[in-house]
């Protein structure tokens, strides 16, 4: 009797080895098998077997044939592939194609790298191929990030000194119910838990975003999530993206996509400019939260860079640098820069979109940040 186990570990070998008589499995595929090998084929073995060329007709059905054949992750990594190998960034300008890709955020990232050159026919589903991404994102962590930051905004204004239209009777009762008499029903408080007056609960955040070639999936998480804090009354929100300029783009938070074609992807980075608009942005320091999203490879003026760093920090601001805020939350950077922040005091570390919501939580809160 043949061991299904070992079965299945031959079948996967075939497909990753490619087939022919020196992969030495001998192991036959089903029809399912063929297509997928086929498809497999076409992308890693293009050099030697003609692979997806240049035809847009065949682009086509091979976009259409992962679909089919892999979960949507694993499509996912095969575009992603294809850009890679193939070079496939200018068959993306072409609306047919668009219609058939699986919009995730590399594939937002490469269409703002490309927008400039998007021909007319092709803007308006590239735009839908944005609008769905941002949607999907939105529909996944726009809830948890508004409930993360309200729930955080309305702990950091409770006081236990409140004025008499301050007290939360419902918190203060709660607190207090060891201290409730049964035999004559009374309930004596030891303290009181208030809310502090609405205008000293107002918390600015102010997101500096590094637009380069590199960030450009952290470019495309922090637009998004830009557009949803935008949507929090108690959040005053500021936000730029910087290569060597920097553009501020908080006029534009009301359409993440708006904000996300407003940006200019792969461009140099002078992260000095991006801290010297953060310390313009801090009306009440005190109240600020300044997060820089960048690698930190600094272009510029390095001995600027950080000495404006101090500043925001001597000010009393939080002050929060993300390597990466993207889905493996691994970035790529400058070690001696990110050291030295650290030691200036801005918590540096890289962040998953999931991990987004309780970080900024955590930083209203004024409690310790941490990876």
Known sequence: MTDPTSEELRRRWRLVLGGGDADGTGQPLSAQDVGMDRVLEALYDSDRRGGLGSSSPRVNAWLGDIRRYFPRRTVELLQRDALDRLGLEKMLLQPELLEQVQPDVNLVATLLTLKGSLPAKARDTARAVVRQVADEVERRLAQRLREAVRGALDRSRRTRRPRHNEIDWDRTIRANLRRYDPQSGVLIPERLVGHARKGSSLRRVILA???????????????????????????????????????????????????????????????????????????????????????????????????????????????????????????????????????????????????????????????????
């Open 209 to 371: 975003v590094d637009q380069s070639g590199s960030m450009a999936s952290s470019v495309v998480y922090a637009g998004i999530f830009g557009a949803v804090l935008a949507t929090v009354r108690s959040l005053s929100l500021r936000m730029c993206v910087f290569d060597t300029e920097v553009a501020d783009l908080s006029e534009h938070l009301s359409d993440p996509v708006s904000l996300l074609f407003a940006t200019q992807l792969g461009g140099g980075t002078e992260i000095h400019r991006a801290l010297g608009w953060a310390e313009q942005q801090l009306e009440r320091p005190q109240d600020s939260i300044v997060v820089l999203i960048t690698d930190l490879f600094e272009g510029g003026d390095r001995e600027l860079m950080f000495e404006r760093a101090r500043r925001i920090t001597a000010s009393g601001a939080t002050c929060i640098c993300l390597l990466a805020l993207s889905d493996d939350g691994k970035p790529v950077y400058d070690r001696d820069n990110a050291a030295s922040m650290q030691a200036l005091g801005w918590a540096t570390f890289g962040c998953t979109p999931d991990a987004f919501p309780e970080l900024l939580a955590r930083a209203i809160e004024g409690r310790k940040l941490k990876a």
